[in-house]
């Protein structure tokens, strides 16, 4: 069996041939031509059951991720969210009391965001819990991933790593889950912030060259960056922010490192700037209170560099990174 972007690559693909605005399925979602109007971005997430929340997580946050992991992807095409449609196929031993917390979760962040929910599909399953979310937003224009230019810098939103080691925690293989630092990190991995308000300004503000949410890991989702750019990016491990609650598990076991770079559900933003931008995106980072952090350049090539406080490269591969 092929891995998921061969499989999308070889079989899905050539259906989306004849849709420019599907951009050969290699963007975080498709555009839509407005008749005159801005065009409608459309992205679709299923999250299931054991896979991407553990079966025990609150219903309500459960709906709620399902929702914003589909606002991060019209975030990181920097649409607006308008609504979503919803597709719920329910395990068997799910309750009518579960569904009734999913609905109030949706609740809450219809309210949060701006959205409604459109329509959808409802059904039982004998496998795990599916839910599929589709959302759909407006943009003027957008962000795509394929516009970094070499002499661009690197930026990241928030802090990287922290649903990584909040996952580890709430799976308890990463020490005691009651203090304080580990509810902070398993809150992170719980409920995403999707970072719509960023997207929609460097999009609106012109500030951005491509962009991509940070789903799969800082290193292998600014690896898609790089190869619809056709660029390498070029980064500094001291500069990767790292929340005061990863910092202190690192120091505890350098592993977490790994994790926190590699592992995914972070949600973040991680975007490429021309350099004259950065007061720009400065300025951009203290109206929304939301630290953006240059971590990098772009750099003639074709992958990510990470490079250790002493300048060396580390690898990655599917287990983690080593030192050449
Ligand atoms: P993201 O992490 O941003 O949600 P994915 O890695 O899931 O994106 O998908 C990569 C691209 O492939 C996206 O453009 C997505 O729309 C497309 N894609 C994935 N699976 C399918 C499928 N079964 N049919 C059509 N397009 C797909
Ligand atoms: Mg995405």
């Not at 979760?105 to 496998?127: E, W």
């Not at 491990?237 to 592992?263: F, K, N, W, Y």
């Amino acid at each position: 069996m092929l891995g998921e972007f061969e499989l999308i690559a070889r079989y899905f693909a050539p259906l989306a041939a004849d849709a420019p605005g599907a951009f050969g399925l290699t963007d975080d979602g498709a555009v839509l031509a407005g008749d005159g109007g801005p065009a409608r971005v459309i992205t679709l997430d299923t999250l299931l059951a054991g896979t991407h929340y553990l079966p025990q997580d609150p219903a309500d946050l459960v709906a709620r991720k399902a929702l914003r992991v589909n606002l991060s992807d019209l975030a990181a095409m920097g649409a607006r969210p308008e609504g979503y449609l919803l597709s719920l196929a329910l395990a068997p031993e799910v309750p009518e009391s579960w569904v009734d917390g999913f609905a109030r979760g949706l609740s809450a962040d219809q309210a949060h965001y701006g959205v409604a929910l459109l329509g959808g599909d409802t059904t039982r399953t004998s496998g795990p819990t599916a839910i599929s979310v589709t959302a759909i937003g407006t943009a003027d224009a957008v962000l795509r991933r394929s516009g970094a230019r070499v002499g661009d810098r690197v930026y990241v939103s928030g802090t990287i790593g922290d649903a990584a080691l909040g996952l580890a925690v709430a799976r308890g293989v990463a020490g005691d889950a009651g203090d304080p630092d580990s509810r902070a990190l398993a809150a992170r991995y719980r409920l995403p912030q999707p970072r719509v308000a960023l997207g929609a300004a460097l999009c609106e503000r012109g500030l951005a060259s491509a962009a991509i949410d940070i789903s799969d890991g800082l290193i292998a989702d600014l690896g898609h960056i790089c190869r619809q750019s056709g660029v390498a990016a070029d980064l500094a491990l001291p500069r990767i922010p790292l929340s005061t609650a990863v910092q202190r598990r690192v120091e505890m076991d350098a592993a977490h490192l790994r994790t926190a770079l590699t592992g995914g559900d972070d949600y973040e933003l991680v975007f490429t700037a021309p350099p004259e931008n950065a007061d720009a995106l400065a300025a951009l980072a203290r109206d929304l209170d939301l630290p953006l952090t240059g971590i990098g350049e772009v750099v003639p090539g074709g992958e990510v560099i990470l490079r250790d406080p002493e300048g060396r490269p580390m690898t990655f591969d599917h287990a983690g990174w080593t030192h050449f």
